[in-house]
């Protein structure tokens, strides 16, 4: 049974740096996809970034050269690093892993498919 367990949360003010993780237990990393989404209130989830493998990244606009996925294969644990944080940054995320696909958009499309972690909040206050 997968299991994603998100930590790292919290609330920071805008310019400011979290770092999240994703304990992942019962998921085979190197046959599937990994990634992060957020979800603020009253929007659409929506994907943030998603790594293949050890290096294949797919990145939001709005968070590219700010964010950075990464993982630690020895502790089956993914990242997300965010620095420059703003505002609208502000959102529930959400790790989510996926057997089929690949990139942001994949994972999107094969949404059914996606293991889900229960979240969390991130806040950035201007």
């Known amino acids: 049974q997968v299991q994603l367990v998100e930590s790292g949360g919290g609330s920071v003010q805008a310019g400011g740096s979290l770092r999240l993780s994703c304990a992942a237990s019962?998921?085979?990393?190197?046959?599937?996809?990994m990634g992060w989404f957020r979800q603020a209130p009253g929007k659409e989830r929506e994907g943030v970034a998603v790594?293949?493998?050890?290096?294949?990244?797919t990145y939001a606009d709005s968070v590219k050269g700010r964010f950075t996925i990464s993982r630690d294969n020895a502790n089956n644990t993914l990242y997300l690093q965010m620095n420059g944080l703003k505002p609208e940054d502000t959102a529930m995320y959400y790790c989510?892993?996926?057997?089929?696909?690949?990139?942001?958009?994949?994972?999107?499309?094969?949404?059914?498919?996606?293991?889900w972690g229960q979240g969390t909040q991130v806040t950035v206050s201007s």
């Open positions: 790594l293949r493998g050890d290096r294949f990244t």
């Open positions: 989510a892993a996926n057997y089929l696909a690949s990139t942001i958009g994949t994972m999107v499309r094969l949404y059914d498919h996606n293991y």
């Open positions: 019962g998921y085979a990393y190197n046959r599937g996809s």
